[in-house]
């Protein structure tokens, strides 16, 4: 494995994270605020009266009364307009989920910018309560006291705010582009592709024969690991499935794909010893089983087929009755196969994984290749098979894989999907003009099918 693609591996699952919630960032904020109101104020203290001239002239110069007037404005105007921001983000979500798919939810609910924006309202709330607190009438025992720099601050603030919402506004117009939602998801499975590529937990078993015959057979009192929790599986830790393997001498062999769905006490994982070396086996399957990380919701992290999913249920919604928007579904098509392209252009998953001395430690259950383009246009065929458009850009995505494929069963995959789809448009009603269009289609992506041998 190499050390910089597990880290970044770590670092994804970390902002993963935090990034799918929406209240990390602007408690930070918010605390941060806190801490900034309640230190500024004793700096004044300690300096007001050492300002010089020019920056006297700059900072707040009301009284008492000015100064609670002023903050009391900004905590009020910002904790609405933090109403605002909230309200038209559940507005986003609202129309993401109706107009393309439940899935790009929790890409809304991530925004960095609706992170932000949020944490500099709250934030600024939070800082001009805090400082208002410190704002003191004259007694007998003491002066007035204005913190001068720390009032400025807030209407620093407050205009960075305003600022700050006006890009906001602008933002969620453009996020709720559905062209806009394909970019982003189609930026986020090709990082999860480049992640996955670049992580490699061991010694590689390649996916050839030789590879193949290095594999351990499944012996008959192999054991079980029962699945802890139901859900989707979001991400498995390999290196520690292989560093636990190796410590323990013995082999782990994967069930579940990670995407998939777990049911509480079905197989997830089999594993079996090398030898009877009496290696210190106790609690290992508690250990192999806290290697696996499910949730209630698929994530991009790790699950390669994700974003496809995403993508194939754009185009799925887009050639419902209801919406019957098929241009969105020929560019949803266009990042799917990009997507596909760039799996069929690199390498096969790894067959197993092997400890340093070569003996294989874990069988991975892999990412099929067919699984995936099945998820990318399966769907599709199905529901726009009706539509020339559609159908023309699937012979589209088929010719456009065939160029980067590599090898030999990747290239009988986007055969049999070729033949499957001209079945579905010959049981279609199309005219002459058309079928001769696709005939054209299919004769493209045939010829590229046959150049990549």
Same mark, same amino acid.
């Given at each position: 494995? /190499?050390?910089?693609?597990a880290?970044?591996?770590r670092?994804?699952?970390?902002?993963?994270?935090?990034?799918?919630?929406?209240?990390p960032v602007?408690?930070?904020?918010?605390?941060?605020?806190?801490?900034?109101?309640?230190?500024?104020?004793?700096?004044?203290?300690?300096?007001?009266d050492?300002?010089?001239?020019?920056v006297?002239d700059?900072?707040? !110069?009301?009284?008492v009364?000015?100064a609670r007037a002023?903050?009391?404005?900004?905590a009020?105007?910002l904790?609405t307009?933090?109403?605002l921001?909230?309200?038209l983000?559940?507005?986003?979500?609202?129309?993401?989920?109706?107009q393309?798919s439940?899935?790009?939810?929790r890409m809304?609910?991530?925004?960095g910018?609706?992170?932000a924006?949020l944490a500099?309202f709250?934030?600024?709330?939070?800082?001009?309560?805090?400082v208002l607190?410190?704002?003191e009438?004259? /007694?007998?025992?003491a002066?007035e006291?204005?913190?001068?720099?720390a009032?400025?601050?807030?209407?620093?603030?407050?205009?960075?705010?305003?600022?700050?919402?006006?890009?906001?506004?602008a933002?969620?117009a453009?996020?709720l582009?559905?062209?806009?939602?394909?970019?982003d998801?189609?930026?986020?499975a090709s990082r999860?592709?480049?992640?996955?590529a670049?992580?490699?937990?061991?010694?590689?078993?390649p996916?050839s024969a030789? &590879?193949a015959?290095?594999?351990?057979?499944?012996?008959?009192?192999a054991r079980?690991?029962?699945?802890?929790?139901?859900g989707?599986?979001?991400?498995v830790?390999?290196a520690?499935?292989?560093?636990l393997?190796?410590?323990a001498?013995?082999?782990v062999?994967?069930?579940r794909?990670i &995407?998939?769905a777990?049911?509480e006490g079905?197989p997830l994982?089999?594993?079996?010893?090398?030898?009877?070396? !009496?290696a210190?086996?106790?609690g290992i399957?508690?250990r192999?089983s806290?290697?696996?990380?499910a949730?209630?919701?698929?994530t991009?992290?790790?699950d390669v087929?994700f974003?496809?999913?995403?993508?194939a249920d754009i185009?799925?919604?887009?050639?419902?009755?209801?919406?019957n928007?098929?241009?969105?579904?020929?560019?949803?098509?266009?990042?799917?196969?990009?997507l596909?392209g760039?799996?069929a252009?690199?390498?096969?998953?790894?067959?197993?994984?092997a400890?340093?001395?070569g003996?294989?430690?874990?069988?991975p259950?892999a990412?099929?290749?067919?699984?995936?383009v099945?998820?990318g246009?399966?769907q599709?065929?199905?529901?726009?098979?009706?539509?020339?458009?559609v159908?023309?850009?699937?012979?589209g995505?088929?010719?456009?894989v065939?160029?980067?494929?590599?090898?030999?069963?990747h290239?009988?995959?986007?055969?049999?999907?070729?033949?499957?789809?001209?079945?579905?448009?010959?049981d279609?009603?199309y005219?002459?003009?058309?079928r001769a269009?696709f005939?054209?289609?299919a004769?493209?992506?045939? /010829?590229?099918?046959?150049a990549t041998l």
């Amino acid at each position: 494995m /190499t050390r910089q693609g597990a880290v970044r591996r770590r670092l994804a699952s970390a902002r993963e994270a935090v990034a799918s919630r929406l209240w990390p960032v602007p408690l930070a904020a918010v605390v941060l605020a806190v801490i900034l109101g309640i230190a500024l104020p004793l700096v004044d203290r300690a300096v007001d009266d050492d300002l010089p001239a020019s920056v006297a002239d700059l900072v707040f !110069s009301g009284g008492v009364d000015a100064a609670r007037a002023v903050l009391s404005a900004i905590a009020g105007s910002l904790i609405t307009a933090a109403s605002l921001t909230f309200s038209l983000t559940v507005v986003a979500l609202q129309l993401a989920s109706s107009q393309a798919s439940p899935r790009l939810l929790r890409m809304f609910s991530s925004d960095g910018m609706v992170h932000a924006t949020l944490a500099l309202f709250l934030g600024t709330f939070a800082y001009a309560l805090t400082v208002l607190r410190t704002v003191e009438d004259a /007694t007998e025992d003491a002066e007035e006291f204005v913190p001068r720099l720390a009032v400025t601050a807030a209407s620093l603030l407050t205009l960075a705010s305003v600022v700050v919402l006006t890009f906001f506004l602008a933002h969620l117009a453009r996020q709720l582009r559905v062209e806009t939602m394909m970019r982003d998801v189609h930026r986020e499975a090709s990082r999860t592709i480049a992640l996955q590529a670049d992580a490699e937990p061991g010694v590689a078993v390649p996916a050839s024969a030789a &590879g193949a015959a290095s594999i351990p057979a499944r012996p008959a009192d192999a054991r079980r690991v029962m699945a802890p929790t139901s859900g989707f599986l979001t991400g498995v830790d390999r290196a520690e499935l292989v560093r636990l393997a190796t410590e323990a001498d013995i082999v782990v062999r994967e069930l579940r794909t990670i &995407g998939s769905a777990v049911v509480e006490g079905t197989p997830l994982v089999e594993w079996w010893p090398v030898s009877a070396a !009496s290696a210190d086996r106790d609690g290992i399957e508690e250990r192999i089983s806290a290697a696996f990380a499910a949730a209630y919701e698929r994530t991009a992290n790790q699950d390669v087929g994700f974003g496809l999913r995403q993508l194939a249920d754009i185009a799925a919604k887009a050639l419902s009755p209801g919406v019957n928007d098929p241009t969105t579904a020929v560019h949803a098509l266009g990042h799917i196969a990009s997507l596909l392209g760039d799996l069929a252009d690199g390498e096969r998953p790894a067959l197993g994984y092997a400890d340093q001395r070569g003996a294989v430690r874990l069988i991975p259950a892999a990412d099929d290749f067919g699984a995936l383009v099945e998820i990318g246009v399966q769907q599709v065929r199905r529901y726009g098979a009706g539509d020339p458009d559609v159908v023309s850009r699937l012979f589209g995505v088929i010719e456009d894989v065939a160029w980067r494929v590599r090898h030999p069963e990747h290239r009988a995959v986007l055969r049999s999907q070729l033949e499957r789809l001209e079945r579905s448009v010959a049981d279609a009603d199309y005219d002459e003009h058309e079928r001769a269009r696709f005939a054209r289609d299919a004769e493209s992506a045939r /010829t590229a099918l046959d150049a990549t041998l």
